[in-house]
């Protein structure tokens, strides 16, 4: 069965203190890999797309990259208003164009 | 620019209860999706479109019907509301299938 495990369930840091989310997944024919941010009460707002083993993208503090089993989200001196939930979700190489979430990893990040 | 809209954002339902949760987008987008976020359970689709007059289940599609009438509407019914059915309800829309889904901000749904 395929499967996406995000780790650890919580994190809290200090704001400048740097660190990453882990994103393992057990699926075949993986075709894409996204990364989402999810503030409460609010619905996800896409970060990134990855697509194929050793890609990476960036987008101010946040630095994605992506192997054949896992994708990492590293987070460079986080300040409070990263804190977040982060999901992350593959695309799997079926038919019916579906994600397949991860339950998330809720960062706190304190001044 | 409104994006993907959900309706109602808040609703108190009673065991046996029907309602109707509406999705609606302005980017012409062809490809629409509902999901249900529970504590623990992360997203799991309930039901998809890949076009207007098309739907398809996903993984928790039991007790939910849904409608594609119009390109930039999704429709998601619940004909005999259930407690398990307590949950929060995500839309989503993307013009690819391989391109980022675009969410709403949710409905959440109480069944008594």
């Known amino acids: 069965e395929d499967q996406v495990t995000q780790s650890p369930e919580a994190l809290r840091l200090q704001e400048g203190e740097s660190s990453s989310l882990n994103c393992s997944y057990t699926?075949?024919?993986?075709?894409?890999l996204f990364w989402y941010r999810q503030d409460p009460g609010k619905g996800p707002e896409f970060l990134f797309t990855?697509?194929?083993a050793g890609e990476e993208k960036e987008k101010e503090r946040l630095k994605a990259t992506l192997t054949k089993k896992e994708s990492f989200l590293h987070i460079t001196a986080p300040k409070p208003e990263d804190s977040a939930t982060y999901l992350c979700?593959?695309?799997?190489?079926?038919?019916?164009?579906?994600?397949?979430f991860g339950g998330g990893t809720r960062l706190m990040v304190k001044p | 620019n409104a994006g993907v809209t959900q309706t109602p954002k808040f609703r108190v339902l009673k065991t046996g209860q029907s309602m109707t949760l509406l999705c609606a987008q302005d980017?012409?987008?062809?490809?629409m999706y509902w999901y249900r976020q529970d504590p623990g359970m992360g997203l799991r689709l309930i039901h998809y479109?890949?076009?207007?007059?098309?739907?398809a289940k996903g993984e928790v599609p039991d007790g939910y019907n849904v409608s594609r009438l119009k390109k930039q509407n999704f429709l998601l019914g619940l004909e005999s509301a259930a407690p398990s059915q307590t949950s929060v309800y995500f839309c989503?829309?993307?013009?690819?299938?391989?391109?980022?889904?675009?969410f709403g901000d949710g409905t959440r749904l109480s069944i008594l």
């Open positions: 699926v075949s024919g993986l075709r894409g």
């Open positions: 989503a829309s993307t013009d690819s299938f391989n391109q980022p889904q675009h």
């Open positions: 479109s890949v076009g207007e007059g098309t739907t």
């Open positions: 979700a593959v695309h799997l190489n079926n038919a019916g164009n579906m994600l397949t």
């Open positions: 980017m012409n987008h062809e490809y």
């Open positions: 990855l697509y194929s």
